[in-house]
């Protein structure tokens, strides 16, 4: 095959196959191959979905050789998280209360991207209901990184980011609650974005945090994020908390020279590892050689966010997840348990994995008679007030760029005793989903061999504008 | 640290089973989280808004109409179920009595 895949992007893919340099089931072949090939060390993948794949790209070279109009979409081949609904096909949220589960439905996102005739190439790892930092809390293995396999790709959206990372798909979805397409996209070298909550619909997204979660795009470079984000976003009137962008900032209109950025004192506590905020530093000294004006700014409150985010996430997950009663469908022990709360109390013990546990002990704890006001109620009102924080800054700044992790991908284990520590790796990512903003998670140089990612947050709806500012700087560290 | 017994009070609220070893697992788990995230307790913040609303959304209604729901899509709902007898899904029996 004359075509270099590895280089290729979405535009130059769509290119190719309308100019017939490639047919479509070359194209699916490649990467299915890769799979059978990289899978075995990487393990990235839940289900492989080799037969609807090859299909979904015969059909695309059928209405090539037709000569009809393809979508710019048509042909590329991605990867979905496995807490991404795709009809027909296994859904397991990387449980095992889920192992059998078959989709009934289609997630909006996936219609989307079959409308626009992407090709489905499998659905990929994650922690358990995507609660984790490393993947290594998915109820089947963990998946490694790509770029040392003794470590972990992150999480929760491991199996998508390690995917796009060794060429085993051309683009996934994940989801980001606390910073699960950033983080593992950081760890692996690849592009992740977060829209503004409500930007994307979450109809069909395995519910975890239901004003926390976001479907986002996981890529290889800015411009493909950008494509995808556009062909996933919008209204659904499924969902009742996704929204249309208001007319604002057009791309055209951006000139990234003119963009203040701020860089929040508080990103650089103790716990940040020096060679990250080396990185950090030089990508902001890049932003000001090239023209930006940068501005230090307070996030005062930023220390509170990971507590914020825990209390609330938990307790959204521990409502959420009670659906999960052995009644309906899911792992259910009622063949043994002729009892009602026998059955939950059994389905769920044996259905859920420690970490869920732990999350929906912590969640009941905080809804609790005598601990609402406490702990739930009070970090609602922590996170008006972190809202408003990033208000503040907004006024002053553009944007704010800061690291996406405090340390470097871990080794497999390394955390995973320590509940806490894992929370921690979420530090400078949890903030943003706590106000509801768009972030970028993008690769920018690496330290000791291993990706560094930096992150550009907006406020909501800018993404045009972090995604203009992330593509200044993407090739940086090729040039290094 | 929280005692065996809340821990135990909290499983069962939450509705799963925790074994003597597990629950003493949890404990400190749960103590070692509860202590992280008991911080905010410190943090100023107006009382004005209790509602705890964040985002300013407003209700989304739509016409009270059932939806359309195809017989192959029921079907495939009807297979995910644990127990099912001739069209509907079997539950285990709703007491009146129990904690």
């Not at chain 1, 140089?445 to 560094?452: F, H, I, M, N």
């Amino acid at each position: 095959m004359a075509f270099d895949f590895k280089k290729a992007n979405i535009r130059s893919i769509h290119t190719g196959l309308k100019e017939k340099e490639f047919s479509a089931i070359e194209l699916t072949r490649y990467f299915l191959d890769n799979i059978k090939k990289n899978d075995k060390k990487i393990k990235a993948f839940l289900t492989v979905l080799e037969k609807t794949a090859l299909s979904q790209a015969q059909e695309i070279d059928r209405i090539i050789s037709q000569k009809g109009e393809i979508p710019v979409l048509a042909g590329i081949p991605g990867a979905i998280k496995d807490n991404i609904l795709v009809k027909g096909v296994k859904c397991t949220a990387g449980s095992k209360m889920l192992a059998n589960y078959r989709a009934p439905y289609q997630a909006t996102v996936i219609e989307k991207l079959l409308n626009e005739q992407a090709v489905i190439l499998g659905k990929t790892n994650l922690d358990e209901f995507a609660m984790g930092s490393s993947t290594e809390n998915s109820a089947f293995f963990p998946t490694r990184n790509p770029y040392d396999l003794s470590r972990v790709p992150g999480g929760s959206s491991g199996g998508s980011v390690a995917a796009v990372a060794s060429e085993m798909a051309f683009f996934s979805l994940g989801s980001d609650t606390g910073g699960s397409i950033r983080l593992p996209a950081s760890f692996c070298g690849v592009v992740g974005l977060k829209p503004t909550y409500g930007a994307v619909s979450r109809y069909g997204l395995i519910a975890f945090a239901s004003s926390l979660d976001q479907i986002g795009p996981i890529t290889r470079n800015i411009e493909d994020a950008e494509i995808i984000f556009n062909v996933i976003r919008g209204k659904d009137k499924r969902d009742a908390t996704s929204c249309d962008f208001p007319a604002g900032e057009k791309e055209e209109d951006i000139n990234p020279k003119k963009i203040k950025i701020g860089i929040a004192r508080e990103y650089f506590v103790e716990g940040l590892d020096k060679r990250i905020e080396s990185v950090v530093r030089q990508a902001v000294r890049h932003y000001e050689d090239i023209g930006c004006q940068t501005a230090e700014v307070s996030l005062p409150h930023l220390d509170y966010a990971l507590a914020v985010y825990c209390i609330i996430s938990a307790s959204e997950a521990s409502a959420n997840l009670a659906r999960y009663d052995g009644m309906k469908y899911g792992f259910s022990t009622m063949s043994e348990t002729s009892d009602l709360l026998e059955t939950y109390l059994k389905s769920r013990e044996n259905g859920f994995g420690r970490e869920v546990k732990r999350r929906i002990l912590l969640g009941t704890y905080s809804l609790s008679a005598g601990y609402y006001q406490a702990y739930y109620q009070k970090a609602q009102q922590a996170r008006h007030q972190l809202m408003a924080d990033f208000k503040k800054i907004f006024q002053k700044v553009d944007v704010l760029i800061g690291p996406v992790s405090p340390f470097l991908p871990f080794k497999i284990g390394e955390k995973i005793d320590n509940p806490l520590a894992m929370y921690l790796s979420d530090i400078y990512t949890v903030a943003v989903n706590l106000a509801g903003l768009p972030a970028l998670s993008f690769p920018f140089s690496r330290a000791d061999g291993l990706p560094v990612g930096l992150q550009i947050i907006g406020p909501s709806f800018t993404e045009n504008r972090i995604l203009s500012l992330g593509k200044l700087c993407e090739n940086y560290a090729g040039e290094q | 640290m929280l005692q065996n017994k809340e821990i135990k009070r909290i499983a069962r609220l939450s509705r799963f089973d925790l074994s003597e070893k597990e629950t003493a697992g949890y404990r400190e788990d749960f103590s070692l989280v509860l202590n992280y995230v008991e911080k905010i307790k410190k943090m100023k913040t107006s009382d004005s808004d209790l509602s705890g609303r964040v985002f300013k959304i407003k209700n989304v209604m739509r016409p009270d109409r059932p939806a359309e729901f195809s017989p192959a899509d029921r079907e495939k709902l009807m297979q995910l179920a644990p127990q099912t007898e001739k069209n509907y899904l079997k539950v285990n029996l709703i007491k009146e009595d129990w904690s």
